[in-house]
């Protein structure tokens, strides 16, 4: 999976977007984030201007499926 693949399947199960932020980096005000950061793929949860639970990824397709299966709960099909 990529991240455009990822993005049509969280909007599939209609994950709200206020959840996540896919690629635009920065530090948005709790919600999850992936980015690719220095040749690694990055997960983390974005509070008060701080990463917490940061996980990285070697690959894009891992970073993706765990973001998908971290988000999936919040989706409504």
Request: aromatic share 12%; with cysteine; hydrophobic share 30%.
């Amino acid at each position: 999976m990529d991240i455009y693949e990822l993005e049509a399947k969280l909007k599939k199960i209609q994950v709200p977007k206020d959840c996540y932020s896919i690629m635009k980096g920065g530090l948005p005000n709790e919600v999850l984030c992936l980015t690719a950061e220095n040749g690694s793929w990055i997960v983390y949860y974005s509070e008060r201007g701080n990463r917490t639970g940061t996980t990285t990824f070697k690959s894009e397709s891992e970073a993706c499926i765990y973001f998908y299966n971290k988000l999936k709960k919040y989706g409504k099909k």
